[in-house]
């Protein structure tokens, strides 16, 4: 057993030197946190295609990550809404996979263990383990193996001060075609329940919350490629359209569909959904002019 003590002692302390996205996230966070104006919340497509930088005349941060789910999302708001003392508005990107995700069949349910570990967020099934305290406990085996041989080489995270990640520029046709349009919309849609009425409940919950603080509140859907949304079921857009309807119209909650914007084209995409970071800079400032009319 010595040995098998000793190995795991180095790995949870090689861990804690490795930097992940939501550690970085994390910390920079809360050197921002009481001067944050605009919080962003949201998956990879907000993450890639929101850069608070390019925000003209309030200061934001962009608390998105990859597979993030709406209820993460409003875990990581309403769980540090004390601290975020100038906070006036959030922005909540959610696409129609998100918004019908359904965690019993999501692939990306791995993610729980490291909300839990670093921000002490609890799965939404509350299912955790006490192993998710330690770093070695939220890493696989095969993992945590490859990065001991391997001396736990630091890996850049490629995340700026506000929480933004530049996305490459990948504009090729090995990349932004139908055919990778149709792979990546199947494979988003696979887990699509749409009778999960959840994700509305916490959109609904947030907002009734931000209203008692006078917060404001907006939902956004980001920019796709034409290569991704012909295969998006007509079925999920129908549904998405109705559940819409009912947050801005019955709720209250402003709403921007930016996801067949004309304005994007295929050198403004890193990939099939995911805007690279010229893209990143148009819909950032665009979204600027509405949080600044938001804000009025």
């Known amino acids: 057993m010595l ?21 970085v996230l994390k910390n920079n966070f809360y050197k921002k946190e009481r001067e944050i104006e605009v919080l962003v919340i949201g998956s990879s497509d907000s993450q890639l295609g929101i850069s608070p930088r390019y925000f003209q005349n309030v200061k934001g941060f962009n608390l998105s990550n990859v597979s993030q789910t709406i209820y993460t999302s409003y875990k990581l708001v309403t769980s540090n809404l ?10 909540l990107s959610i696409d129609p996979c998100m918004l019908f995700l359904n965690d019993n069949a999501n ?5 729980e263990k ?27 085996a095969k993992t945590i193996i490859t990065y001991a041989m391997q001396g736990f080489p630091s890996i850049p995270i490629p995340l700026d001060s506000l929480g933004w990640e530049r996305g490459y520029l990948s504009y090729t046709k090995d990349i932004l075609n139908y055919k990778t349009g149709k792979e990546i919309a199947d494979s988003h849609f696979k887990c699509a ?10 959109i609904i919950n947030l907002n009734n919350i931000l209203k008692k603080q006078n917060i404001k509140f907006i939902l956004i859907q980001m920019p ?11 079925e999920i857009n129908i549904t998405n359209k109705k559940l819409l309807d009912y947050l801005t119209l019955k709720e209250g909650i402003p709403f921007y569909d930016f ?17 690279n970071y010229i893209g990143a ?13 938001t804000l009025k």
């Open 3 to 23: 040995p098998v003590g000793i190995f795991l002692t180095y790995s949870e302390i090689g861990f804690n030197y490795l930097p992940t996205s939501y550690s």
């Open 82 to 91: 004390m601290g975020l003392k100038n906070l006036k508005l959030v922005v």
């Open 107 to 111: 692939a990306e349910k791995w993610r």
């Open 114 to 140: 490291f909300y839990y570990h670093y921000w002490n967020i609890l799965p939404e099934d509350k299912k955790n383990n006490f192993t998710w305290n330690y770093k070695i406990g939220i890493y696989d």
């Open 193 to 202: 329940d749409l009778c999960c009425s959840k994700n509305a409940k916490y």
């Open 224 to 234: 796709k490629s034409k290569y991704y949304l012909k295969y998006v079921p007509e």
């Open 259 to 275: 996801r067949n914007d004309s304005l994007f084209k295929d050198s403004d995409f890193r990939d099939v959904n995911h805007l």
């Open 281 to 293: 800079k148009k819909f950032s400032i665009m979204l600027s002019k509405i949080i600044d009319n």
